[in-house]
């Protein structure tokens, strides 16, 4: 079965220090999604990506951040300087377009020191 | 007001119980209702899609009412592997496709 999946698993950073969290979404789907999970909390959205543009973005996803897809299979989050209260899961999805239904990766743990 | 309001449980039920989670979402216009199940640290996992007319999935029945805003989960003959986080997710409407999740409730079945 087709699914997402994420790299690292775990990344360690420092504070200041930006950060590329690599996402491979299902090969034939069009919608691509960053979500974040601090410990704890509940999953809040991000950011939405459709035909190399973002589509929506929540009041989270602030100048820090950004999106791309380098390639054709790759999806990245970049945080250009972190701060403590980043340290969370990151979580990417993806959609086909026909329904609303989202697949999850299995997340990356970042860890702000 | 939450967008998106689940009881935190946990629900603590013997194996082979029936069990039942509702959900509550603020936005009448709300276009999409799903339910993910979320084991501890994982990622969530796509439980069902919720229609208007209800749905079925083996032991797992989901339920929508708009008129009063609120999703249902219902677990029948529980097994010790539904032992898990369930996720109400909601799309409002004008959102996108950004999916908007409650808190979560806790599920443990016991032996």
């Known amino acids: 079965e087709p699914e997402v999946t994420q790299t690292p698993s775990h990344q360690v950073t420092q504070m200041g220090q930006e950060v590329i969290l690599r996402c491979v979404p299902i090969?034939?789907?069009?919608?691509f999604y960053w979500y974040r999970q601090i410990l704890g909390q509940k999953v809040e959205f991000l950011v939405s990506?459709?035909?190399?543009?973002?589509?929506?973005k929540s009041e989270i996803f602030d100048d820090q951040f950004s999106v791309e897809r380098p390639d054709g299979s790759n999806f990245t989050l970049k945080i250009r300087s972190t701060k403590l209260e980043d340290s969370a899961m990151y979580f990417c999805?993806?959609?086909?377009?026909?329904?609303?239904?989202?697949?999850f990766g299995p997340g990356t743990r970042l860890t702000v020191t | 007001r939450k967008e998106v309001e689940q009881d935190p449980g946990p629900f603590n039920v013997p194996e082979g119980a029936t069990v039942a989670f509702n959900c509550t979402y603020s936005?009448?216009?709300?276009?999409?209702f799903f339910w993910y199940r979320q084991d501890c640290r994982k990622e969530p996992k796509l439980l069902m899609s919720?229609?208007?007319s209800g749905n079925e999935d083996g032991r797992f029945t989901a339920q929508l009412n708009r008129a009063s805003q609120y999703i249902s989960l219902l677990i029948r003959d529980s097994k010790l592997s539904d032992s898990a986080t369930y996720l109400c997710?909601?799309?409002?409407?004008?959102?996108?496709?950004?999916?908007?999740f409650g808190g979560g409730t806790r599920l443990m079945v016991k032996p």
């Open positions: 936005n009448s216009a709300s276009q999409s």
């Open positions: 990506f459709y035909n190399n543009e973002i589509s929506e």
């Open positions: 919720v229609y208007s």
């Open positions: 999805a993806s959609s086909e377009g026909t329904t609303d239904e989202q697949y």
């Open positions: 997710v909601v799309i409002p409407r004008g959102a996108g496709n950004m999916l908007t």
């Open positions: 090969s034939n789907h069009l919608y």
